[in-house]
C-alpha cells in the first residue's frame, strides 16, 4: 500500500481533466485536484492544504497563458515539477516552455502511459533533489539534508535518517493519516508482520521532541487511529 500523491490538472478540456483524474487514481498512487483556469489553479495552490507533488499545466488557458504561471510559480518560489501540456510541439514553444521553469513538456495528442511514466520520473527527480524544500508548520523542511529550520527562531533542527524519511512520507500523505504499517515498510522496508510497530513509535517519540514545542501535546505530529499525519498548519 502506498500514500497517494497530489496533483495539480490545470487545463480548461473538462474531458481530458475527467480522463486524467481517472487514470491518476486507478492504482492509488495519485489524487488530483482540477482547475480550468489560471484563477482556479491560483486559488487551489493559496489554500492551507494547497500541497501537491506535481502540476500538469496546459499552456492555453482562457484566462492566459500556463507558462506565465509557470514563471510566477518559479519566482514565488514554487519548486514542485510542471509538466506543460500544449499542442504544439515547434522548437520554439518547447524552449519557451523550458525556459519558463518547466521540468517537461507534452505535445497533444499523448499517450497516457506515457504522461504517467514522465510525471513519475519528474517526482522521483524532485523528492531526491536539493531543491525539495517543504513547509512543515513553522519548519521549512530539506529532506535532501536531513534539515528542519525555523527562521523565525533561528533555529535548525538536525534530523536522522529515518526521521526525515518519516516526515517525508507524511508530508507526501498532506493531511491524510498513514497507518504504522505503511510507515514501516516505507521507510524502513519491512514487509507486514516481520517486526513490531515499536521502532516506529520510538522513532516517532524522538521527533516530537525535536519538533513540538510541547512534545506531550502535539500540534504538527498527530496520532490517529491506526496511524500518524501531519498537520502543516501547527
Same mark, same amino acid.
Given at each position: ?99 519558463? *521553469?518547466? /521540468? ?7 499517450? %497516457?502511459?506515457?504522461?504517467?511514466? @514522465? &510525471? !513519475?520520473?519528474? #517526482? ?64 524502513? *522496508?519491512? /514487509? ?7 521502532? %516506529?513509535?520510538?522513532?516517532?517519540? @524522538? &521527533? !516530537?521532541?525535536? #519538533? ?23
Amino acid at each position: 500500500m502506498t500514500t497517494e500523491r497530489p496533483i495539480l490538472i490545470v487545463d480548461d478540456d473538462a474531458d481530458l481533466r475527467e480522463t486524467l483524474v481517472e487514470q491518476l487514481s486507478i492504482n492509488g498512487e495519485f489524487s488530483a485536484a482540477e482547475a480550468a483556469s489560471i484563477a482556479q489553479a491560483e486559488t487551489h495552490l493559496s489554500r492551507p492544504n494547497g500541497r501537491f507533488g506535481a502540476i500538469i499545466l496546459d499552456i492555453g488557458l482562457p484566462d492566459g497563458d500556463g507558462r506565465d504561471l509557470c514563471s510566477k510559480l518559479r519566482r514565488q518560489g514554487n519548486k514542485v515539477p510542471i509538466l506543460l501540456l500544449t499542442g504544439s510541439d515547434e522548437e520554439a514553444d518547447v524552449v519557451r516552455g523550458l525556459d519558463s *521553469g518547466a /521540468n517537461d513538456y507534452i505535445a497533444k495528442p499523448f499517450r %497516457l502511459n506515457e504522461l504517467l511514466a @514522465r &510525471l !513519475r520520473a519528474q #517526482i522521483r527527480i524532485f523528492e531526491n533533489s536539493e531543491d525539495a524544500v517543504f513547509t512543515i508548520g513553522p519548519y521549512t523542511f530539506r529532506p535532501s539534508v536531513k534539515l528542519l529550520e525555523d527562521v523565525a527562531h533561528n533555529r535548525r533542527i538536525r534530523l536522522t535518517e529515518k526521521e526525515a524519511a518519516i516526515l517525508k512520507f507524511l508530508y507526501r500523505a498532506g493531511t491524510k493519516a498513514v497507518a504504522r504499517q505503511v510507515l514501516l515498510n516505507e521507510v524502513w *522496508g519491512y /514487509n507486514a508482520g516481520v517486526i513490531t510497530t515499536h521502532t %516506529l513509535e520510538t522513532h516517532i517519540y @524522538r &521527533l !516530537r521532541q525535536k #519538533i513540538e514545542p510541547n512534545p506531550t501535546n502535539a500540534k504538527l505530529l498527530l496520532t490517529e487511529t491506526g496511524g500518524y499525519r501531519l498537520d502543516p498548519s501547527g
